[in-house]
């Protein structure tokens, strides 16, 4: 166990008293530990069928209509009546507390799409007939996990190159510098909609797309961090005793650069995740059908007379970036040593 005097108990301490921050930091890691198991949340598939004394499980193995007793050897449509009839007959069904997948049309809608909400649909459907919070549910997963991606590549690119820029100095740090100020120079979003116009863009390549710009972030505040300590005592005797440069770099030196890193992180996930929105809402970004609040936003606004869509795109949204910036605050506070305990 820490002692109590120790550093890292220090922080935490301050973390913990920012009671608005660890409130958020709660609320926003349950709902993304939920997410990540949307499946089982919002689905158009059984959880578990009991079916004549053999349980199938849907969401894992794909079955086919014959096995429930049916004419097709094709998959079962576990919402359709018949197949319905046909399990329940001999058998039974568990779902899940949403009986839509992101992609799941609801045919049996009361008025034409998009549909206000209802007992059905809670937060009722878009203009293709797909249940609105299945979409809200997977596409929160997908932003932030996207948002996590690439916060944690930017930051190994931004601390690597900052803190080499910072450690040698000299030629090496000149010529980065000028290299980042052409760099983040370029506009940005033009060369994301032309790269993104190029082929079909995905998760992935994204992310690749996303990371040519955003690891600039972290250099300024690591080079400082490596200008300002390469010449300090404890690293010079480092040197003296033999050591190298990379064992000076990242033994030493390094976990005083993190604390600026660590306090940056957060918004930069918030900022990765609005990206990714901003791109979706133009259309340069997920394959068409993702589920993704962007889309969702573009849907809202080729469809005002559905307001429940852009409200609940914008709320899903905005607790989002909330709960990310108030975790942040917390974070910064915590690494600030004029707080007091």
């Known amino acids: 166990m820490l002692r109590k005097d120790s550093l890292t108990t220090e922080r935490l301490l301050r973390f913990r008293r920012n009671k608005v921050g660890l409130v958020s930091a709660c609320v926003f890691g349950t709902l993304f530990f939920l997410s ?3 499946e089982f949340l919002a689905n158009d598939k ?43 007959k001999d058998g039974w069904m568990l779902w899940p507390p949403i ?13 034409p799409a998009p549909s206000v909400p209802s007992k059905v649909n809670l937060l009722g459907t878009d203009d293709s007939g797909r249940d609105v919070l299945a979409r809200i549910i997977y596409g929160f997963r997908i932003s932030v996990l996207f948002g996590l991606s690439l916060t944690l590549i930017s930051s190994v690119v931004g601390v690597s190159v900052g803190a080499f820029m910072g450690y040698y100095g000299g030629k090496l740090d000149i010529l980065g510098q000028r290299f ?21 863009p995905n998760f992935f390549w994204l992310l690749g797309i996303l990371l040519l710009f955003s690891w600039m ?25 033999g050591l ?35 791109l979706d809402f133009l259309g340069f970004g997920m394959p068409p059908g993702s589920p993704s609040l962007g889309e969702l936003l573009a849907q ?26 108030f975790v942040g605050e917390a974070v910064r506070d915590a690494f600030d040593p004029r707080k007091v305990v």
């Open 36 to 38: 990540l198991f949307a």
């Open 46 to 88: 059984p959880l578990v069928i009991g079916y004549k004394g053999r349980i199938y499980t849907p969401i894992f193995v794909s079955y086919s209509e014959k096995e429930f007793g049916g004419d097709f050897d094709t998959n079962a449509d576990y919402r359709d009546p018949f197949v319905a009839d046909l399990i329940e």
């Open 300 to 325: 809202a606004k080729a469809n005002l007379h559905a307001p429940w869509l852009g409200l609940s795109a914008f709320f899903a949204l905005a607790l989002i970036l909330i709960l990310l910036v």
């Open 244 to 278: 190298s440069d990379r064992q000076v770099i990242y033994r030493h030196v390094l976990p005083n650069a993190m604390v600026a890193t660590l306090t940056f992180m957060p918004f930069t996930l918030s900022g990765a995740i609005t990206s990714l929105t901003a």
């Open 99 to 111: 009986r839509f997948h992101y992609s799941t049309i609801n045919y049996g809608l009361p008025s």
């Open 217 to 241: 972030g972290f250099v300024g505040v690591v080079r400082a961090e490596f200008l300002r300590a390469r010449n300090f005592e404890y690293v010079l005797a480092a040197k003296a005793m």
């Open 180 to 200: 980042i100020e052409v760099w983040s120079s370029l506009p940005t979003l033009f060369i994301l909609i032309i790269l993104s116009s190029v082929t079909q």
